[in-house]
């Protein structure tokens, strides 16, 4: 009692500053118990989720099983199957259980096809799950419309087609890059026609994940790519470049070639790369006789698409730059003359002294290449 | 100089140890809290990423992983293994071996059947010469492997020479000895490939502490919370940097530093800056300094990212003598990086990096051992001179501490509510124990470390590296 | 008295292994399930089954060390169909050589395994 009272008394007759900074010592220490006793409780209410959830995951993945078996050759729908259909949809109401009924029909449905999958399809839309993923489109929230497109897209909804494609050009990249892939995934090329309109920039990410959904599909159909090349939207034109590339769209090449003198370097280096691997020939001469005008990196993509495309009427051009400045070019040149021409090739051994020509050409001489 | 000059220097000196303490406190919690807000928009953007695509697909970008190593040959063969299992589709693994030794090279031929190629280098900087030769294996499954044999110069000169040999246009410099998790190289590619209208010249990744993990063939199997307070205090203080205090300078873009033990790099851009910087014992924070005060300098937009996820697990020294030889290593390091770069200090023409990354990095990272220890010294005179305001002291030395650990204890918050990597019952409260006690078991050992390493700076030129005893990850119980 | 055929199943998706499991016990075979590559050599060794079916992307112990460890440790000829994901083009060849009998990409249809199943054990 009394060192309580003196405690006090100090703390009466201490400068302000130290007053505050005892109480806020108090306040850090009250804050450090609260906290420590919700870590508690937290880490305890983690695993306890965790326990929870692989719980109703056993029991969903009964229902679903037992669904999928208990379908007869008369009804639609037999009576077993109506009865887990009534129980998913009551437990459905609830998110928490309803994140993970429909997390157990994805990762079935993912790994089985044929008609067990188009099952599962039909389970979704009578248990109502679908009604909740479309009431998420209208969110205001950005993150819930996202996973909401994202769940109808894994579910393969085709009819809401039309409420998704307005929000292409949607302000938020997450919520634009759900679409396209909503639109490739479930209408494959045709689901392309948003390049038409799409204002906003296609990231590389994007742009692979799009082509990696597009490459799965059976019927490799590709639309005319030609308006894409000439798109406004610089980004439409590099995917459209990439389509060109992995669908050998040879038809495409006067398009591609006049991005020889596009705007962005990037796009002109990536054209060049595309005419090469399309052996397009027209391209090379075209290039040649630019040579000096254009850039490092189209210099060294011009030398690479004559390595592809080589004819002896090239030979001049590549004498003349076999001591190049750039370590890449001399390398190009000197491996396509040792290979047509290996006469001439020996006889440039003395040409230069400068020691990188003199490493490469060891190289070169000394290698199969 | 009479009384009352003495008494006006003395509030002067106290208001200064004041006002740093401010704004070195105010910084933490600013720091804190615009961390936790990135990082909250961070687990909500990837909730939806699907990496499955990215990683089958011959479309991404190509990445080479180099891995210098020096005298490894304990764990080579198994870091190799781990190195070549990721399941990104396209990439390579070029290790360094810089002149060691030992017989690191011939266990990784024989484990590898690797032979002698004809090799040509484009000496895009200058490194080292090659000593035994550049191998590759003849066995299809390792083709992904190329191991360059070099004459010793240190690993900025090693990383150096996996540039020049690096055909791809993305560089992952890794420690040959971390583990990497086999999914990380398709989190670490995504900022470069998504952001639109800037270049991303550089992603880090955090650094997760493995010691006392369960690591087999190469393979995370279990995470377990070390025994060793040294051990326990690192983890913790790797949480405070990296979730309450990476990410709000992702966000900024104002990250100084990449961890050396793993970045992924725009090679083009790290070739055009001249590589790693030989001289330095920082060289992974040198470069990052000097790529961005190359952008600034050409006046182009760009980035450097930071990805929060677990994704390379190392060991940390876990006794103090390695620990200290790494924290001075770590003190010359950033002073180093700071003298080279003093150009850019409070030069408007840097933009964030000249106006706040670099003074930010003076004052509360170089300048705050020397600030602590002037602070410890005048206390001692005032003791000497019977000056001590004990009731001030205590107070004040209390509310520092509590406030230490409360901001801990907001960092495993954060843990738990992220990436909750420690699940395990107990480990919640080993994790509150060591909050309480890093204050007493690992500061004074940093600031020990510190005040070495700017001795040794100024008046030990010769120290380089030091030793760092191998001693192999734990292995999983049979 | 002729006893159900041993079928030892390696899968980490619980679903698919609850599924094929009923799919297949269906047919009159007894199934054993392990979640990763570690229990599925665990069940083999002790159950000696008559035929393997495992996933290739399993953690820990991947599907293809559960075939060398079957092919190479135990020595047992005991018919193996893998499963993989799209795009492990590589894996499965790599599995081929370490000597499994067939494979199936995923997504697959359980009518087709159930047919390449019971054509391996004739």
Redo the contacts between chains.
């Keep these: 009692m009394e060192s309580y009272q003196y405690l006090i008394d100090?703390l009466k007759n201490?400068p302000p500053i130290?007053q505050a900074?005892?109480i806020?010592?108090c306040f850090?220490?009250i804050?450090?118990v609260i906290?420590?006793i919700y870590?508690?409780y937290?880490?305890g209410h983690?695993?306890n989720n965790e326990k929870v959830v692989a719980k109703y995951?056993?029991e969903y993945?009964?229902y679903?099983?037992s669904y999928?078996?208990a379908g007869n050759e008369e009804e639609e729908i037999s009576g077993e199957q109506q009865t887990i259909i009534e129980k998913l949809k009551i437990s459905a109401a609830d998110i928490f259980k309803r994140r993970i009924i429909v997390s157990?029909l994805l990762?079935?449905r993912?790994?089985?096809?044929?008609?067990?999958?188009e099952s599962i399809q039909k389970l979704y839309y009578q248990s109502g799950l679908i009604g909740y993923a479309l009431s998420r489109l209208k969110s205001k929230k950005w993150?819930v419309v996202?996973?909401g497109i994202?769940e109808l897209t894994h579910f393969h909804v085709k009819e809401v087609h039309d409420e998704i494609v307005i929000l292409v050009n949607h302000p938020k990249k997450?919520i634009r890059k759900?679409v396209q892939l909503y639109l490739v995934t479930l209408f494959h090329f045709e689901g392309l026609k948003f390049l038409d309109v799409l204002q906003t920039?296609l990231?590389?990410?994007d742009q692979?994940?799009l082509?990696?959904?597009l490459q799965?599909f059976e019927n490799q159909e590709l639309p005319n790519i030609n308006p894409w090349l000439k798109s406004t939207n610089d980004?439409v034109v590099t995917f459209a470049l990439?389509l060109a590339k992995?669908y050998n769209q040879f038809e495409a090449k006067d398009a591609i070639m006049e991005l020889l003198t596009h705007q962005q370097k990037i796009i002109r280096v990536d054209a060049i790369h595309v005419l090469s691997n399309l052996q397009v020939v027209e391209a090379k001469d075209i290039l040649k006789n630019n040579f000096d005008k254009l850039s490092l990196e189209e210099q060294i993509a011009f030398f690479k698409l004559l390595e592809n495309m080589y004819e002896t009427s090239d030979e001049p051009f590549l004498l003349a730059h076999v001591t190049y400045e750039n370590?890449?070019i001399k390398?190009s040149a000197l491996k396509i003359l040792k290979i047509f021409n290996i006469e001439k090739f020996k006889s440039l051994k003395e040409i230069s002294s400068e020691p990188?020509f003199i490493?490469?050409f060891k190289?070169i001489a000394?290698?199969q290449l | 100089m009479n009384t009352s000059t003495v008494q006006i220097i003395l509030l002067i000196i106290h208001l200064l140890f004041f006002i740093y303490a401010f704004f070195a406190i105010g910084s933490y919690v600013i720091l804190a809290i615009i961390s936790a807000v990135e990082t909250l928009e961070y687990m909500k953007k990837n909730s939806f990423v699907n990496y499955k695509e990215i990683l089958s697909s011959t479309i991404s970008p190509s990445i080479s992983i180099i891995a210098p190593a020096y005298n490894e040959s304990l764990n080579i063969i198994e870091n190799v293994r781990s190195l070549l299992s990721s399941h990104y589709v396209n990439y390579d693994v070029v290790i360094v071996n810089d002149g060691s030794k030992d017989d690191s090279l011939e266990k990784l031929i024989l484990a590898y059947d690797l032979v002698k190629v004809n090799f040509l280098i484009n000496q895009q900087i200058p490194t080292k010469p090659i000593r035994a030769g550049v191998f590759k294996s003849t066995n299809p499954a390792f083709e992904k492997l190329t191991v360059v044999d070099k004459e010793n110069g240190g690993k900025a000169d090693a990383l150096n020479m996996g540039l020049n040999i690096s055909n791809n246009n993305y560089v992952a410099c890794i420690d040959v000895d971390c583990l990497l998790l086999e999914n990380a190289l398709q989190k670490m590619i995504k900022p470069f490939l998504e952001v639109t209208e800037e270049t991303v010249i550089a992603t880090g990744g955090v650094i997760r502490i493995a010691n006392s993990c369960i690591i087999k063939d190469g393979k995370l199997l279990d995470v377990n919370f070390p025994e060793k307070r040294i051990v326990q205090a690192q983890i913790l203080e790797y949480l405070r940097a990296f979730l309450l205090g990476r990410m709000a300078w992702s966000r900024l873009n104002g990250l100084l530093v990449i961890s050396g033990a793993f970045g992924l790099f725009n090679k083009k851009i790290a070739i055009e800056v001249g590589g790693y910087d030989t001289n330095t014992v920082g060289e992974d924070m040198e470069i990052i300094v000097r790529m961005r005060r190359h952008m600034e300098e050409q006046k182009l937009k760009y980035k450097v990212a930071y990805i929060p996820d677990p994704l390379c697990w190392t060991e940390a020294p876990d006794n103090y003598k390695i620990f200290i030889s790494q924290r001075n290593r770590w003190t010359r390091g950033t002073i180093e990086t700071l003298r080279k770069h003093r150009k850019i200090a409070f030069n408007s023409k840097y933009k964030s990096l000249g106006l706040l990354s670099y003074p930010y990095w003076l004052f509360f990272e170089r300048l705050a051992p020397v600030i602590e220890v002037i602070g410890i010294i005048y206390f001692v005179i005032l003791m000497a001179l019977n000056e001590v305001r004990w009731d001030y002291t205590v107070a004040f030395m209390l509310l520092a501490y509590l406030f230490t650990v409360l901001f801990s204890i907001v960092a495993i918050f954060s843990e738990e509510l992220t990436f909750h990597q420690y699940k395990k019952k107990g480990t919640g409260f080993k994790l509150i124990m060591i909050s309480v006690l890093e204050p007493l078991v690992l500061h004074p050992f940093i600031l020990y470390a510190a005040i070495r390493g700017n001795i040794d700076y100024y008046f030990n030129k010769k120290k380089k590296w030091g030793e760092m005893t191998r001693k192999g990850m734990a292995k999983a119980e049979k | 008295m002729s006893e159900a055929k041993k079928i030892v199943l390696a899968e980490d998706n619980s679903t698919l292994s609850l599924l094929l499991k009923f799919r297949l016990e269906k047919e009159g075979y007894k199934l054993l399930v392990a979640a990763d590559g570690k229990e599925a050599i665990e069940l083999i060794e002790e159950q000696d089954p008559e035929l393997i079916l495992t996933d290739i992307m399993m953690p820990f112990i991947s599907g293809l060390e559960v075939i060398s460890h079957v092919r190479n440790k135990l020595k047992k000829q005991t018919p193996i169909i893998v499963f993989s994901a799209a795009g492990q083009e590589e894996m499965v060849l790599k599995a081929f050589n370490l000597g499994a009998n067939d494979f199936m990409g995923k997504p697959f249809s359980p009518n087709e395994l159930v047919i390449r199943v019971k054509r391996l054990l004739r």
């Design positions: 100090y201490s130290i900074v005892w806020l010592s850090f220490f804050i450090i906290l420590i870590l508690k937290l880490r983690l695993r995951q056993k993945e009964s679903l099983i999928l078996y157990t990762r079935l993912n790994e089985i096809s044929g008609e067990m999958a993150y996202a996973k994202r997450e759900e920039h990231s590389e990410w692979i994940q082509l990696e959904v799965h980004s990439k992995i370590f890449e390398l990188e490493r490469i190289f000394h290698n």
